[in-house]
């Protein structure tokens, strides 16, 4: 600040000195002018704030100052009170402990959920709404302090056992302009029904983004059992949109039989039984019923399909806390298998803490053992223990059964075909002390026919492999263990049928099927060696016949032996050796012949490989296994067809028929979703 200035030859002032800027504005009084910029809520302090200028003559001594907004005038209070309701208030944004925002805001949460359940706006009323309820019933309220003493005051004025804030607290009618049926929400449950108990649904209403739609939780211990089948359905409320979707998706000359389609899949729902089997078999159905057309599985395309008409799945442990979150179910079991390969080098589990059942002498289960969660030193489960059967020997040497525990599903099958065994074998004692000395009696008297097998097993081992494989076959032992009801009436219908009698018939089946392998091997061998005599051997074709050899009848084949197979089994077996009888005088007759039975078994290459990606991914579905299995078969009718007629075959058999079941393999197989 200067007393004057004088201008000579350039301008100076005189008598200058600094000034504090704090004296300024207590100087200048009603002489200074106070503007006020972006005012906002501030959680922190509770108060709706600007930014304060102060100017003096056009000078400004002051800027950016922080004050609060609702204390500067009338006016200024009436804009920090609407700023203060719809920025502190509607969204919660307000420290402290308030029991009627506590109770709006719950109330808003689940009508915001209903929107997300329905996936449509306009349930709940508009912000507008809720700022006109506070703004009537708060007076000069503008921040927290002012609410707070608001509050105290109207406490103070209220009656015994009336609620000093009830006239804040909000009702459905307040928060819902439209009020969904029970019918709709019925159809957007919050939980999905499956055999292994009900899994949580959330849902998100978020065109665009990764979680918009439908999302299952599913613990890691329920992984392992539960179908995927089940999720194609996603929810009742969204399947027809799905069913909208898919049939869009449709090739061209597939989906202009079927317009409009809106009217299609209305009536394609009336006929769809939910969640039972796979909805696409279910659609197929439906449309060649409807329209006499017939979509294949390859037809249905999902590349298009919006995201939330595809179930997302969250594997969690017990406490919810997320694992592995995907859109394709298929990729959960390889996570579920890594839980289980750490669970088998013992990372934190409690093996201490799982149930044991010593010395049974009597299978008396209700109800099956079923497996049991693993857990980790968090005690959240990572996974499952499978009940096993166990041999041992007690203090007195005798053979002793018990039922515990074990990680491996492998091993814990393997077992419990052991102890079934052993219990089994209680019961019928005396006829399978006679049926061990027979097999023995087999092997011995049979040994060419073993050893042309290739089983690599010594006399006493084949002896074991041969009753094992009877027992099994007798009693349906397969891995899983039974409940009381199911292991009695087993025992009580080969008692009613005559074990033993069953039991020579299953051992005569398997030493006539090892007679023909060993028959039709002599006659490939001596084929093989005529042919290397003359010079004229195809190698290509004898590994052929080899291979066919080993299918029809392997090393192992003890391991899985069906006694209903074993008659068609031996007729491959025949029209094996007719085909190399045949072959040896016209080997080009047989090449031509071959050629018509190349593309099946390429097929069934093609079914080999894709069996081991689906083991590796999670287990094969029944119907599948089912129409592999029949698939096979027909191939080695159609081979008895081609090149031994004679013999015939056990059912109608052509290449159309082939084709047909080969369609009926890739619709059963092929994965959709």
């Given at each position: 600040m200067a007393a004057d200035f004088v201008h000579t030859s350039q301008l100076f002032a005189r008598m200058a000195a600094t000034i504090e800027v704090d004296w300024l504005e207590r100087l200048g009084g009603d002489l200074c002018k106070r503007s006020y910029a972006d005012p906002h809520w501030q959680k922190k302090s509770g108060q709706v704030t600007a930014l304060e200028k102060v100017t003096l003559f056009g000078l400004v001594i002051a800027a950016d100052r922080r004050v609060n907004y609702g204390r500067i005038s009338k006016k200024t209070?009436?804009?920090?009170?609407?700023?203060?309701?719809?920025?502190?208030?509607?969204?919660?944004?307000?420290?402290?402990?308030?029991?009627?925002?506590?109770?709006?805001?719950?109330?808003?949460?689940?009508?915001?959920?209903?929107?997300?359940?329905?996936?449509?706006?306009?349930?709940?009323?508009?912000?507008?709404?809720?700022?006109?309820?506070?703004?009537?019933?708060?007076?000069?309220?503008?921040?927290?302090?002012?609410?707070?003493?608001?509050?105290?005051?109207?406490?103070?004025?209220?009656?015994?056992?009336?609620?000093?804030?009830?006239?804040?607290?909000?009702?459905?009618?307040?928060?819902?302009?439209?009020?969904?049926?029970?019918?709709?929400?019925?159809?957007?449950?919050?939980?999905?029904?499956?055999?292994?108990?009900?899994?949580?649904?959330?849902?998100?209403?978020?065109?665009g983004q990764e979680d918009d739609g439908v999302t299952v939780d599913i613990p890691v211990?329920?992984?392992?059992?539960?179908?995927?089948?089940?999720?194609?359905?996603?929810?009742?409320?969204?399947?027809?949109?799905?069913?909208?979707?898919?049939?869009?998706?449709?090739?061209?000359?597939?989906?202009?039989?079927?317009?409009?389609?809106?009217?299609?899949?209305?009536?394609?729902?009336?006929?769809?039984?939910?969640?039972?089997?796979?909805?696409?078999?279910?659609?197929?159905?439906?449309?060649?019923?409807?329209?006499?057309?017939?979509?294949?599985?390859?037809?249905?395309?999902?590349?298009?399909?919006?995201?939330?008409?595809?179930?997302?799945?969250?594997?969690?442990?017990?406490?919810?806390?997320?694992?592995?979150?995907?859109?394709?179910?298929?990729?959960?079991?390889?996570?579920?298998?890594?839980?289980?390969?750490?669970?088998?080098?013992?990372?934190?589990?409690?093996?201490?803490?799982?149930?044991?059942?010593?010395?049974?002498?009597?299978?008396?289960?209700?109800?099956?053992?079923?497996?049991?969660?693993?857990?980790?030193?968090?005690?959240?489960?990572?996974?499952?223990?499978?009940?096993?059967?166990?041999?041992?020997?007690?203090?007195?040497?005798?053979?002793?059964?018990?039922?515990?525990?074990?990680?491996?599903?492998?091993?814990?099958?393997?077992?419990?075909?052991?102890?079934?065994?052993?219990?089994?074998?209680?019961?019928?004692?005396?006829?399978?002390?006679?049926?061990?000395?027979?097999?023995?009696?087999?092997?011995?008297?049979?040994?060419?026919?073993?050893?042309?097998?290739?089983?690599?097993?010594?006399?006493?081992?084949?002896?074991?492999?041969?009753?094992?494989?009877?027992?099994?076959?007798?009693?349906?032992?397969?891995?899983?263990?039974p409940d009381k009801a199911s292991f009695d009436q087993v025992l009580a219908d080969l008692r009613e049928q005559g074990v033993t009698k069953l039991a020579r018939e299953q051992l005569n089946q398997v030493l006539d099927l090892l007679a023909e392998r060993r028959k039709t091997q002599v006659a490939l061998t001596q084929s093989k060696q005529r042919a290397s005599k003359s010079r004229s051997a195809d190698m290509v074709r004898f590994a052929e016949y080899d291979d066919l050899l080993k299918g029809i009848v392997s090393a192992g084949f003890l391991t899985d032996f069906s006694s209903s197979e074993a008659g068609e089994r031996k007729r491959w077996l025949r029209a094996l050796a007719k085909r190399v009888e045949r072959a040896e005088h016209s080997p080009h007759k047989d090449a031509d012949k071959a050629k018509r039975v190349q593309p099946f078994t390429e097929q069934l290459r093609q079914l080999e490989r894709k069996e081991a990606e689906q083991k590796a991914g999670g287990s094969i579905a029944a119907p599948c296994r089912e129409a592999v299995t029949q698939y096979r078969r027909m191939v080695e009718e159609f081979r008895i067809s081609v090149f031994a007629p004679e013999i015939g075959t056990a059912l109608p058999i052509s290449e159309k028929r082939l084709k047909e079941q080969w369609q009926q393999v890739e619709e059963s197989c092929r994965r959709v979703e």
């Open positions: 209070a009436a804009e920090a009170k609407e700023i203060f309701i719809r920025d502190a208030l509607i969204p919660g944004e307000l420290k402290g402990k308030y029991p009627f925002l506590e109770h709006n805001l719950a109330l808003a949460q689940q009508q915001a959920e209903l929107e997300e359940r329905l996936r449509r706006r306009g349930i709940m009323t508009d912000e507008q709404v809720l700022y006109e309820f506070y703004d009537q019933r708060l007076g000069e309220v503008y921040d927290g302090f002012t609410l707070s003493r608001f509050l105290s005051r109207k406490r103070k004025q209220s009656k015994p056992g009336e609620q000093g804030d009830g006239f804040l607290w909000m009702t459905e009618q307040d928060l819902c302009q439209s009020q969904p049926e029970s019918d709709e929400l019925y159809r957007f449950p919050k939980t999905l029904t499956t055999p292994q108990g009900e899994l949580r649904l959330h849902y998100a209403f978020h065109p211990s329920c992984c392992p059992a539960l179908s995927p089948n089940l999720f194609e359905w996603m929810v009742p409320g969204l399947l027809e949109e799905k069913v909208v979707a898919l049939l869009k998706g449709l090739p061209k000359r597939l989906r202009k039989l079927f317009v409009p389609l809106p009217d299609t899949a209305a009536q394609l729902m009336d006929g769809l039984d939910l969640y039972q089997g796979s909805l696409y078999p279910a659609l197929e159905h439906l449309l060649l019923r409807h329209f006499q057309v017939r979509v294949t599985r390859a037809d249905w395309q999902l590349d298009n399909l919006p995201l939330h008409l595809r179930m997302r799945f969250r594997l969690c442990d017990e406490q919810g806390k997320l694992v592995y979150c995907t859109r394709n179910f298929h990729e959960l079991a390889g996570h579920c298998g890594s839980v289980q390969q750490a669970i088998r080098g013992g990372q934190g589990t409690k093996v201490e803490d799982l149930p044991e059942r010593k010395n049974i002498q009597v299978w008396d289960f209700a109800e099956a053992p079923h497996p049991l969660p693993a857990r980790d030193e968090h005690n959240r489960v990572t996974g499952l223990y499978y009940p096993a059967l166990f041999l041992g020997l007690s203090k007195g040497q005798e053979q002793q059964l018990c039922l515990t525990y074990i990680a491996d599903l492998e091993q814990a099958a393997k077992q419990n075909k052991k102890g079934l065994r052993f219990l089994y074998g209680q019961h019928f004692s005396k006829e399978f002390k006679a049926l061990a000395k027979e097999c023995k009696a087999a092997v011995a008297g049979h040994t060419a026919s073993w050893l042309s097998l290739g089983l690599k097993a010594g006399a006493g081992e084949t002896r074991d492999l041969l009753l094992n494989c009877i027992m099994d076959s007798l009693f349906q032992i397969n891995g899983d263990l």
